[in-house]
């Protein structure tokens, strides 16, 4: 069984410019969630799909960042425009059951210039 | 008040020994609690999870809750290199489900 799985694992990107991060959960999860960790900083939570909806995105920090789920499957996280404080580790995680344990991919380093 | 704290460390054990690891939560409607292992670079990997009180045994992993405490613990027999990485602790609450995360201990096991 495949694990979770996130393109790409590295994003240096300038202030200002559009970046989209993409997670393919386990097959078969319909939770999927999205983590950050910045430099220094426990890791944050920034929103849970599931299946196509969006269950609580409590964590998001602000309307520079879209994350959609079409068709339930895969996920993408846009940052636009990103600026200089979101670089980071995005992590995603899937679950089959939301109160049982998540499983994370490798994450994806977004560095802004 | 941090939600989930734990010593930063770095928490120093010699080999063979017993490594334990100790994490407090500050919402008593927390739920389920996970302990994660990360490798510098790498994601977190789940190594035992935890939902009602008592002790939880895989292999040389111990988890052990205590509610009334609001503490967690992940004790590690007979530590080996390998163990050496950050563990990090992190909680369910009831009212949703969103991981809160504590900051992480990094635990090094010496040969």
């Known amino acids: 069984e495949a694990g979770v799985t996130q393109f790409p694992s590295h994003s240096v990107i300038e202030k200002g410019q559009t970046v989209t991060l993409r997670c393919d959960p386990i097959s078969g999860h319909d939770n999927l969630y999205w983590y950050r960790r910045v430099m220094g900083k426990e890791i944050k939570f920034l929103l849970h799909?599931?299946?196509?909806?969006?269950?609580?995105e409590s964590g998001m920090p602000n309307n520079r960042f879209l994350a959609e789920r079409t068709g339930g499957t895969y996920s993408t996280l846009k940052v636009q425009p990103a600026e200089l404080e979101d670089s980071g580790v995005y992590f995603c995680a899937s679950s089959r059951v939301p109160d049982l344990s998540s499983f994370f991919g490798q994450g994806t380093r977004l560095t802004v210039v | 008040q941090k939600e989930v704290e734990q010593n930063s460390g770095p928490l120093s054990v010699p080999e063979g020994a017993i490594a334990s690891l100790n994490c407090t939560y500050s919402d008593r409607g927390s739920q389920s609690f996970f302990w994660y292992r990360q490798y510098s670079g790498k994601s977190p990997e789940l190594i035992m999870s935890i939902y009602s009180n008592g002790d939880k045994e895989d292999g040389r992993f111990t988890a052990q809750l205590n509610k009334a405490s609001q503490y967690v613990s992940l004790l590690i027999r007979d530590s080996q290199p390998s163990d050496s990485a950050t563990y990090l602790c992190a909680v369910k609450k009831g009212s949703n489900y969103q991981l809160i995360w504590g900051a992480g201990t990094k635990l090094i096991i010496k040969p």
């Open positions: 799909f599931v299946k196509e909806s969006k269950q609580d």
